[in-house]
């Protein structure tokens, strides 16, 4: 439990306090930390009076050997035995942190993404955490722009794990200090420059679960801020829907790595999206499955291989359904983008002159380049 790490430490601040050398060893005698003019050797502690014992969780774990006596001995033996211990206690919560994060890490991003969970393990990993899976949650996905958090150079003068420390503490504090409330919500590190935020919805069992979506949705805005404000980088928000159970929290996840995803590419970064910000596509984009593939490829498929009107139509949406800027862009005449919009029309049977038809045309368009072709029946 002693390292010499630990060794080292007390043996720094000790000897600022008493001005002199000085050893830390094992209960045994053995040295683990020295002053360097003295040897790293083992030695006989009973006959040595200026030998002082410190404990942690009740036992002795070491002691403190200075070289000589000291003046006021009886006095400051007390004090130098209380700084070795708080020492010893600051460093062991300090190295159990990281280990407890990581877990916690694991285990919510387990929950979210292992494709068959073993929901009894979960449990009972979720009780082990303090965390109670049976309150409604919603999921939020956090991005925050830090390049080096995926950098493969890594600065030795920067420690990865102290800023994923304060990245997840700023995010905790940012969401509690809006939900002064509620104090159950999880933070965790999902990889790369990805945190997720397991908001829980009822502060109190009573609660109206749909008014307290209706309250959650409506602050999005003001906790966006907070957020940005707290972390102090570009960041982009996705947030899914509630649904219930584990898998609906599963589901609201998905949605809420869609909806950064495809908000994204549709706007821009550094912006929080909500996954109804799609409207009357929301449903697509619940998650990457044979249904969802299905609808972007079979509208996309009724246009064939025309390339030509795949641009026009990117190059409409561009232009935010401009005519005339279209028709310029592309170096054609405004009458043939008409006609050309009015066989798109014919063809899919949604008009992209239309804003809930241009939608769904642009978020299939979207969706089959976020899924990707290895995810496309042949």
């Not at 390292?3 to 080292?8: C, E, G, L, P």
């Amino acid at each position: 439990m002693l390292s010499q790490q630990i060794a080292d430490k007390i043996r720094a601040k000790v000897s600022t306090l008493t001005g002199q050398e000085l050893r830390i060893t094992t209960p045994d005698g053995s040295t683990l930390s020295a002053t360097t003019t003295l040897k790293a050797e083992k030695i006989d502690l009973t006959s040595i009076p200026w030998a002082i014992p410190f404990a942690y969780g009740g036992s002795v774990v070491g002691f403190i050997v200075l070289t000589r006596e000291m003046p006021n001995q009886t006095e400051i033996m007390p004090l130098i035995r209380s700084i070795a211990e708080l020492v010893m206690h600051q460093s062991i919560v300090l190295e159990q942190i990281p280990r407890q994060d990581e877990r916690l890490d694991k285990f919510i991003y387990d929950l979210l993404n292992q494709p068959q969970p073993d929901w009894p393990l979960l449990a009972a990993e979720a009780r082990l955490f303090d965390i109670d899976l049976d309150r409604p949650r919603i999921a939020i996905v956090i991005r925050i722009d830090d390049p080096t958090l995926v950098s493969r150079y890594q600065d030795p003068a920067d420690d990865r794990e102290v800023r994923l420390t304060r990245y997840k503490f700023g995010i905790a504090r940012a969401i509690d200090s809006f939900y002064t409330s509620s104090r159950e919500n999880v933070v965790s590190y999902l990889g790369g420059t990805s945190f997720c935020i397991l908001k829980d919805l009822m502060a109190d069992p009573d609660d109206d679960l749909a008014a307290s979506l209706e309250a959650f949705k409506k602050s999005l805005g003001a906790i966006y801020n907070i957020l940005k404000s707290e972390l102090k980088l570009p960041t982009t928000v996705g947030v899914g829907n509630y649904h219930p159970g584990l898998d609906g929290l599963r589901q609201s996840h998905q949605e809420a790595r869609s909806a950064i995803e495809l908000g994204a590419q549709t706007w821009d970064q550094d912006r929080i999206y909500h996954i109804d910000d799609f409207g009357v596509v929301a449903p697509l984009l619940s998650g990457v499955d044979e249904s969802n593939i299905y609808f972007s490829r079979e509208l996309l498929d009724r246009l064939g291989e025309n390339v030509e009107i795949i641009q026009t139509l990117e190059a409409f949406f561009d232009f935010d359904m401009s005519l005339t800027k279209t028709a310029e862009t592309l170096s054609i005449h405004r009458n043939t983008l008409v006609y050309r919009l009015d066989r798109i029309t014919e063809t899919l049977g949604l008009d992209p002159r239309a804003f809930d038809d241009a939608v769904q045309i642009k978020l299939a368009i979207l969706y089959n380049r976020f899924v990707g072709p290895s995810h496309v029946a042949q």
